[in-house]
């Protein structure tokens, strides 16, 4: 399955944004679904995941309410939308699907990978 994300940008402090990854090739409705953020100089962490049917979601406890992660599986699109956005959320942002994973997983524990688009947070 090949990921594409997108909708990334610069926003201001309390502000949202809304980022997209559209999956080909592959039904995600077989994969759990992940988003992932790298700052710069420090290591990639799981922000949010999704279950397969999207009836189950998991986060990392610095965006619990204020971040959400919705699945369209006939559109074949992971959606995560952020809300009241800080600067230590910057960072680019990766969806990635995965077979065997759930919760605070690993990159490594994922299969496939999309490229990332870019989220900065002004103060």
């Known amino acids: 399955v090949q990921l594409q994300a997108s909708g990334g940008g610069l926003v201001q402090a309390g502000g949202s944004l809304r980022l997209s990854c559209a999956a080909s090739?592959?039904?995600?409705?077989?994969?759990?679904m992940g988003w992932f953020r790298q700052a710069p100089g420090k290591e990639r962490e799981f922000v949010a995941a999704?279950?397969?049917?999207?009836?189950?979601?998991y986060y990392v406890d610095s965006v619990k309410g204020r971040f959400t992660f919705f699945r369209d599986n006939h559109a074949n699109t992971v959606y995560l939308q952020m809300d009241s956005l800080k600067p230590e959320d910057t960072a680019v942002y990766y969806c990635a699907a995965g077979v065997r994973v759930w919760g605070n997983a690993s990159p490594s524990d994922y299969d496939y990978w999309g490229r990332g688009t870019q989220v900065t947070v002004s103060s």
């Open positions: 090739g592959r039904t995600i409705s077989t994969y759990v």
């Open positions: 999704a279950s397969r049917t999207g009836g189950s979601t």
